[in-house]
Structures are given as structure tokens and as C-alpha cells.
């Protein structure tokens, strides 16, 4: 019994790492979401991230109108939430380097809960998300370590 105990807290687990300056945090789920206001348009944007083999893949990008740095490349696709226009993307990456605003409201979606990251770190801080492997153990004391916090 201890044997598979412990094997179950050593077999490496998927995740999406997002360090902030002061803590990590760990999400389970394949796929999450990345939000703000844009600082011209001032409506809000998303873009829609797999996560899959060590990399993101940007699958699919949410805006209301064009405007400044609205994708130049990607194909406009029919739009699953109203008001919004949506491109399909395919951009694989390592990681994503996010700079938090207040201003904006950065944050992240995940596993439906949603990551207020303007409330966590000040703003004009760098926030890195990237996919990772790591033995359940990390995972599961992560998680425990931000509740006791």
C-alpha cells in the first residue's frame, strides 16, 4: 500500500505553470484562457491557449472590435460568444510572458475558475505561463501550501 501511494504522489502530472513574483501557482486542464481590456479599445479581449507536449498552442482569439493589434494573421471563424468576433489561431509557443496591469484587468481562466492576476501582482510585473511536468507531489503540495496562505 505505501509502495503505491507513493508511486501515485511521483507520477508526473501535466500542468500550466503560472509564476508570479511572489508564488507559483499550479492548474490542471488542458486548456485555459487569457483576458483583458484593451487599452485603446477598451473592451475586452480573450485569447484561448491548449495546453499540450511541453508547449501552448494559441487556438482561438475573442475581441468586439478591430482596431490596434487586432491579428493580422488567423481566419475569422463563426463566433461562439455574442458580441464578439473570433479567429482561429495556430500559434505554438513555449511560454507566454504577460505583463499585469490594473489598468486592464489581466487575468487568467482556468479549470472555470478565474485568476484575478491585476489583484495579485502590482502593476507592470511580469507574470510567466508556460506547460510543464511535474511529480504529483509539487502539484498537490502547491495546493496546499496557497490555501494555508
Not at 508526473?12 to 508564488?23: E, Y
Not at 484593451?38 to 501552448?56: A, C, F, N
Not at 463566433?79 to 513555449?94: I, L
Not at 489581466?106 to 472555470?112: D, G, P, Q, R, Y
Amino acid at each position: 500500500m505505501l509502495f503505491l501511494c507513493t508511486l501515485i504522489l511521483v507520477i508526473p502530472k501535466n500542468v500550466v505553470k503560472i509564476t508570479m513574483p511572489d508564488r507559483t501557482i499550479y492548474e490542471q486542464g488542458s486548456s485555459f484562457a487569457v483576458k483583458w481590456i484593451h487599452s485603446v479599445e477598451k473592451e475586452e479581449w480573450i485569447e484561448m491557449y491548449h495546453r499540450q507536449d511541453g508547449d501552448l498552442t494559441l487556438y482561438k482569439t475573442y475581441f468586439k472590435t478591430f482596431g490596434a493589434g487586432v491579428p493580422s494573421q488567423g481566419k475569422v471563424i463563426k463566433s461562439d460568444k455574442p458580441g464578439y468576433v473570433a479567429f482561429e489561431m495556430n500559434r505554438k509557443m513555449k511560454n507566454i510572458l504577460l505583463v499585469v496591469s490594473k489598468n486592464v484587468h489581466s487575468s487568467v481562466a482556468v479549470n472555470k475558475q478565474e485568476l484575478p492576476l491585476y489583484r495579485m501582482v502590482p502593476s507592470y510585473e511580469e507574470v510567466k505561463i508556460e506547460s510543464i511536468r511535474i511529480p504529483a507531489v509539487f502539484y498537490y503540495a502547491n495546493k496546499i501550501w496557497l490555501k494555508m496562505r
